[in-house]
């Protein structure tokens, strides 16, 4: 009988998915933005480079 009283969440809604989403489109344009930024570019271009150009 208690069972029946007591619910178990056993996943997210709608609006709790609704709000994941979002979030998570907000974090990946904040992190295209400090990426693709001059300095950030550059930086990843040069350590892209060195890797590239490391002789064994």
């Given at each position: 009988?208690?069972?029946?009283?007591?619910?178990?969440?056993?996943?997210?809604?709608?609006?709790?998915?609704?709000?994941g989403v979002i979030a998570a489109v907000a974090f990946a344009a904040a992190l295209y933005k400090v990426v693709t930024s001059g300095q950030v570019g550059e930086e990843l271009q040069g350590i892209v480079g060195r890797a590239l150009n490391v002789q064994m």
């Open positions: 009988m208690l069972a029946s009283v007591v619910r178990k969440d056993r996943g997210m809604v709608t609006s709790e998915y609704a709000v």
